[in-house]
């Protein structure tokens, strides 16, 4: 986590902060940090390094959903914008279209195109309010889509790019298990961390504001709108180092990366876990990156043939948002609510 | 209209001279300079002729989206998968009975009774939760879109009129002269033109029903004011529930009109999903005048583009869009 | 019992010629319904004002055209001498003009001192900040004091969802002292209190910095008489009486009208 204090923190307040982190942490950043002694390279790099991306992706949009109150379909085309930007200013099989200009320029470069992507994407959003957001965000990642595969100028049309390869920073192959666990656990636990932090900070809780009033944040002098738009900006920056990772780990980006139902598993993945906290995001994720690896197994072994695969996904999506609109999370207060109570009187404790 | 004109003189004088463009476009003998620049004019006609009987089949999924929405602020992005639900229904109706009118009726009452399920099982148990209403009805589109891909598999099915309405139809458009002085008219395809016909029918009728009738006045008011509605003693939930079969029967038949001016196939329910979003966003959500003139220019920009410049022609629809956002966030025709 | 989140130069400001609040000419029309008619009305610098008057006399319509919530269809509303009348709503909440609302219009997920600590930062800079407060931040030290003020402590990180009826009110208060009010608009701040939380209510508004002026919407004549030093009485939209505390209360017409009346 980033830590901001005054030049007077002490040793002690350090060792404050420390004894404040609960539990359940350590044991899981312990878990995350040996993993790799154990696992197979298979769960290295498929199972964990693929949730970590798609965890990223979907806490960009816990971010503007659970925070700023907008659910945003265009989080896996901004991702995928990213990619796209990697691939057209870096190096690709594609050496027609492909800049081939170093990553400390193409990286920084990507994310800041990103943003300027979500920002005016945003802008024309938040001009509507509610449930208005949703659909016109999915009607513009679906033009992102249709856009990608028409366009052979730019983004190479229905083929995309192959053979985009991350650097080779430090002489070390970054797509190796190993490597390519390291690094997308470390920009999943910083934009964790990033969004935890941030929504205790002025912006974030000004968003919260938004989320809960926007008349009575108009009304405290803040600018409603401003607000909105800057979400979709910070959002972006997260979504767009996922998208990133994402299209270094197939090592390619096309339009079927920003197709309108990867832009849905993206929304099933954070709502799945619970939008109230970001930890959802990666809760999801590693439930929809198991059940995509090994359902197909269980579902032959059930006698359903693998391709009822949706069937399976759109059934546990929609128990859930029947039953429990915050996720697996707000099942587990639930849980954790009845827990607490006295089994005789049903009050608290 | 002349409210219009006196309001805002810059915007009807530019739509006026639109039209009259339009008009000496579709019923003058081009000269030969235009068509160098543009083309034959029988692909601009067919183009127009195309985009006007898409908008009219645009205009039957949306409205139905739109009426729901309007009276309900019900969100059901399970639209789509009516649509393509209709389409399968209309395709097995006429199958086995051998009468492509039947598959209409047929269509509308199967898919209308989907549409009361959605109503009493999942809408009115989240009245007022929207982001709830969206997430459900998604989750409830995966399901039956893998459902039917299921039952139906992935091939493309196509619903044949009959006898009577294939073959193309003479108009009176004029599309050259030969070098003899006869002036060769268009042909055109009598079905589209039958179907176009009749979802101007389904939309007189609708608008009529909702400004004429009792019950549409009561629709209207409880659009403006839900509490009124319930004030003057109506039952609420039964009007509720007839609309909505009624918004879900409308793009069932709009899956039959579907399936016989192109087909159905997996995919096609988001396709139709995004264009009555598309649809409603340009015209003004819970406007059925909105829905009839986004459906009319949503289907003309994705024929024209289809024709003038091909490869962008999805994107130009997105691009109305954006536009009308920009400009006009509530939409054409919508309220502020 | 003070607010310590004002300073210096916002008394020396408020003690300026001007008078805290002009309205001349003001009226408002909801279609053909005039829901205010022809309103004139000066407030001194630090005056306390109670406004009566019986259900739809037009109250909050008054306030709603102060704060520009929505504007007035006619005259001007002038701010310590400056002309607001055209001003957005935040810009007349950076010059130092508040209000708390009947209704509820809190932010309810998240806590009391979050809440108040929205209101602190909402005139000031840094609103797109990213980075937190630290623990000596000003901003967060009179957010601190506005939550003793108005005895939330016990509660400072509840979620708002989970508060009383009553701290719910006490909270809108404390959201319309921060960020050194120099005019307040309280409606109805007592409705629904327990008559401890009057009390309390009272002390606090008494208790107020001479230099804060309020104008206070009531129905509670305890209430609006003990913490006012002027009365104005509505009644359809339109100024009636104008006077002393104990002269309202003793005019035959106003007892007539509301004291004698059921109407607490």
């Known amino acids: 986590m980033v830590a901001i204090d005054s030049p007077r923190t002490t040793t002690t307040d350090l060792r404050r902060r420390i004894a404040s982190v609960p539990p359940a942490y350590w044991v899981l950043g312990i878990l995350l940090l040996i993993i790799p002694a154990f696992a197979s390279d298979f769960v290295m790099f498929q199972i964990m390094g693929w949730t970590f991306i798609l965890g990223l992706i979907a806490l960009s949009l816990m971010f503007l959903g659970g925070y700023g109150g907008m659910v945003s379909l265009a989080q896996m ?26 990553w400390w320029i193409v990286i920084p470069l990507a994310l800041f195109l990103t943003v300027i992507f979500a920002t005016a994407v945003g802008w ?25 595969r028409q366009n052979y100028e730019l983004f190479n049309g229905f083929q995309g790019f192959n053979s985009v390869l991350p650097p080779e920073l430090f002489g070390i192959d970054w797509r190796g298990p190993e490597a390519f666990y390291y690094l997308t656990m470390f920009w999943a636990v910083t934009g964790f961390g990033a969004v935890l932090y941030v929504s205790r900070a002025p912006f974030g809780l000004a968003l919260q504001g938004v989320r809960d009033n926007p008349r009575r944040m108009a009304a405290l002098g803040y600018n409603v709108t401003a607000h909105r738009v800057a979400a979709y900006a910070f959002a972006a920056v997260i979504a767009g180092i996922g998208g990133i990772l994402l299209t270094w780990q197939s090592a390619q980006i096309s339009p079927g990366t920003v ?43 059930l006698g359903l043939g693998g391709e009822r695969f949706q069937l399976l996904i759109g059934m546990g999506f929609l128990i859930i948002v029947f039953f429990s609109p915050d996720g697996l999370l707000g099942l587990w207060e639930k849980l954790k609510a009845s827990r607490r109570r006295d089994p005789l009187t049903g009050g608290q404790r | ?90 395709y097995f109706a006429a199958e086995a009975t051998g009468y492509w009118l039947l598959a209409f009726p047929v269509a509308f009452v199967v898919v209308g009774f989907f549409g009361i399920l959605l109503q009493v099982l999942v809408f009115r148990r989240m009245e007022g939760e929207d982001l709830r209403q969206t997430l ?23 619903i044949t009129p009959p006898q009577w309405l294939s073959g193309p139809m003479d108009t009176f458009f004029v599309t050259a002269v030969k070098s003899s002085g006869e002036p060769v008219f268009m042909k055109y395809p009598m079905v589209r033109i039958v179907i176009f ?11 009529l029903a909702l400004n004429k009738t009792r019950i549409g006045m009561m629709i209207r008011a409880g659009v403006d004011d839900r509490d009124m509605l319930s004030a003057t003693g109506a039952r609420i939930q039964i009007v509720f529930v007839g609309v909505f079969a009624f918004g879900a029967g409308l793009a069932g038949i709009a899956g039959v009109v579907g399936g016989t001016f192109q087909s159905i196939a997996p995919g096609e329910d988001i396709r139709f999903l995004l264009a009555s979003l598309v649809v409603v966003i340009v015209g003004g959500m819970g406007s059925i005048p909105g829905a009839a003139l986004g459906a009319l220019l949503i289907g003309l920009a994705e024929q024209f583009g289809s024709v003038y410049f091909p490869t962008y022609a999805v994107v130009l629809t997105f691009l109305i869009m954006v536009v009308v956002l920009a400009f006009r966030p509530q939409g054409l025709l919508g309220r502020a | 019992m003070s607010v310590s989140a004002t300073n210096i130069s916002d008394r020396m400001a408020a003690t300026g010629t001007a008078n805290a609040l002009e309205l001349r000419g003001v009226s408002k029309m909801f279609g053909a319904l005039e829901a205010l008619g022809d309103i004139d009305m000066t407030v001194k610098p630090g005056e306390r004002r109670a406004v009566l008057g019986s259900n739809g006399a037009g109250k909050t319509t008054l306030f709603n055209c102060i704060t520009g919530d929505f504007p007035p269809t006619t005259g001007s509303i002038r701010f310590f001498g400056e002309d607001v009348t055209g001003f957005p709503a935040q810009e007349r909440i950076r010059r130092g003009l508040r209000r708390t609302y009947q209704i509820s219009l809190l932010f309810t997920g998240l806590s009391v001192i979050d809440n108040i600590y929205l209101a602190c930062r909402g005139v000031s800079r840094g609103r797109f900040s990213l980075l937190r ?47 050194a009010p120099r005019f307040i608009l309280f409606d109805e701040p007592a409705a629904g209190l327990s008559p401890t939380e009057r009390r309390e209510l009272v002390d606090i508004l008494t208790g107020l910095p001479g230099h804060v002026g309020f104008i206070i919407i009531e129905h509670d004549m305890d209430v609006a008489l003990r913490v006012s030093d002027r009365v104005t009485m509505m009644h359809n939209g339109r100024i009636f009486k104008e006077g002393k505390p104990a002269e309202i209360e003793e005019d035959p017409e106003v007892q007539a009208l509301y004291l004698g009346g059921g109407h607490g």
């Open chain 1, 124 to 148: 024309l959003a938040v001009r509507t309010e509610g449930i208005y957001t949703i659909m016109i965000t999915l009607a513009i990642a679906a033009a992102f889509f249709y856009f990608t």
């Open chain 2, 197 to 207: 016909a009749a979802s101007v029918v389904v939309g007189v009728a609708m608008w």
């Open chain 1, 259 to 301: 197709g309108i139902q990867s832009a849905i598993d993206i929304l099933v993945i954070a709502v799945i876990g619970g939008l109230r906290h970001p930890i959802g995001a990666f809760i999801g994720a590693f439930i929809f990156v198991l059940l995509k690896t090994f359902a197909v197994d269980v579902l032959i072994a």
């Open chain 1, 77 to 102: 085309a901004f991702a995928g914008f990213a990619g796209y930007m990697v691939a057209i200013f870096g190096d690709s099989a594609i050496s027609g279209i492909s800049q081939g200009w170093p």
């Open chain 3, 133 to 179: 407060p630290r623990r000596n931040d000003a901003l967060m030290q009179s957010a601190e004091d506005l939550v003793r003020v108005v005895h939330l402590d016990d509660v400072r990180d509840t979620m708002v969802s989970n508060l009383s009826y009553g701290q719910q009110r006490q909270l809108e208060i404390a959201m319309a002292l921060s960020g």
């Open chain 2, 136 to 158: 459900v009805t998604i989750g409830i589109s995966i399901v039956v879109a893998d459902l039917m891909l299921w039952g139906f598999g992935g091939d493309f099915y196509n």
């Open chain 2, 1 to 90: 209209m002349r409210l219009f004109a006196t309001r805002h003189p810059v915007w009807a004088a530019i739509i006026a001279v639109v039209a009259a463009i339009l008009l000496w476009m579709i019923f003058a003998v081009w000269p030969d300079g235009l068509e160098d620049v543009i083309g034959r004019k029988k692909v601009f006609l067919n183009a127009l002729f195309n985009g006007i009987t898409l908008g009219g089949l645009y205009f039957l999924v949306a409205s139905g989206f739109t009426l729901i929405f309007g009276l309900m602020r019900n969100v059901n992005l399970a639209h789509g998968s009516l649509y393509l639900l209709g389409g399968y229904v209309g």
